[in-house]
């Protein structure tokens, strides 16, 4: 085990997704999310990275949402980025905190107007009788905002997981396959292990 500097597991991350956003045929900020559920079950799902930097890794959703509640009962969390093309995985573990609202407003602003509206319409991850409902929803709204600017519903913003640990995996011949583990160290470090593949 060796200590290492603060920035190197973010530098390390930053090069990867600059390389994997070259590299990846479509989506390489789609990451699974992993969250618990009140009965202990894991729930993981996909997700898109909308930002990220030291203090953590920052993605957008329904607060309603069966991941937005579990976050909210739980706030503990893991993500995984895989790019396929690379041969090449990042997995992160950490504890997760709602954005400011100042941030989740102006993240939501960048969004195309149906995106937007969409948010407003859909009571996401509620049992739908039928698809006319959602339909009446998105009218319903797009009435409502006309052209003017679509305000963030108070129910959408978005988490920042900040890990306590992130692996890099890169496939290896043989099945022998590189992981280098960082963990978060008390004082703000980090310590760096390679682990059996």
Not at 30 to 58: E, H, I, N, T
Not at 68 to 83: D, Q, T
Not at 162 to 174: D, N, V
């Amino acid at each position: 085990m060796k200590s290492v500097d603060p920035e190197v597991p973010f530098d390390r991350f930053g090069r990867w997704y600059a390389q994997a956003k070259t590299q990846e045929d479509k989506n390489p900020n789609a990451m699974a999310l992993a969250s618990v559920g009140p009965d202990g079950a894991p729930s993981v799902r996909m997700v898109l990275l909308k930002g990220w930097d030291a203090s953590g890794f920052v993605f957008y959703t329904n607060l309603n949402s069966r991941k937005g509640r579990e976050l909210a009962e739980n706030p503990e969390a893991a993500l995984v980025f895989y790019w396929r093309n690379m041969d090449r995985q990042v997995r992160i573990d950490g504890r997760v905190a709602q954005v400011s609202d100042q941030e989740a407003d102006e993240y939501f602003a960048t969004r195309g107007r149906d995106s937007q509206i969409g948010a407003w319409a859909s009571d996401q991850s509620a049992v739908m009788e039928g698809r006319f409902r959602l339909e009446k929803n998105v009218i319903k709204f797009a009435a409502r905002f006309g052209i003017g600017t679509v305000p963030r519903p108070p129910h959408w913003s978005g988490f920042r997981l900040t890990p306590r640990s992130i692996e890099f995996w890169r496939q290896g011949s043989f099945r022998l396959h590189r992981r280098d583990l960082y963990s978060r160290q008390d004082e703000g470090g980090w310590n760096l292990e390679t682990l059996f593949p």
